[in-house]
């Protein structure tokens, strides 16, 4: 039955784009980048003994973080070191800067995978659901 209701939602969102399965989507309007995904893992062959010298000083300055608004939420990934984050950033460069003066990312012991986030534009096609120019 979930499987029937991800189908279902996935050909409405394709339908609502103009796009079918395996084929191109059509162009959308942009949409502002409102967040930064970021997936952190550690790189292969490191040394787990290393990450945890070291993570004292990141947990501290990742909470740093959160309470200065620049990480909205966290979690650890399953099965694997690593973390994903959702920050309250807009720009990839400055993510970037930033996930990179961590300790783990000072030490080359953390890479992070950053993907842009927007609101889901699909809903624009809604009946009445028009951008508004500022």
Do not use: C
Not at 4 to 19: E, F, I, K, R, Y
Not at 100 to 115: I, R, S, V, W
């Amino acid at each position: 039955m979930k499987n029937l209701v991800v189908s279902g939602l996935l050909a409405l969102m394709l339908s609502m784009t103009g796009a079918t399965a395996g084929h191109a989507q059509t162009a959308m309007a942009p949409v502002p980048t409102t967040r930064i995904l970021a997936i952190g893992t550690v790189p292969a062959g490191t040394n787990p003994a290393q990450v945890l010298k070291i993570l004292p000083y990141e947990v501290r300055q990742t909470v740093d973080l959160y309470l200065a608004g620049k990480i909205d939420q966290w979690y650890s990934l399953q099965g694997r070191m690593g973390v994903v984050f959702v920050l309250n950033v807009t720009d990839e460069a400055a993510a970037h800067d930033m996930l990179e003066k961590l300790p783990l990312g000072q030490a080359h012991l953390m890479t992070f995978e950053l993907m842009p986030l927007a609101p889901l534009n699909p809903l624009r096609q809604l009946q009445g659901m028009q951008s508004k120019t500022p």
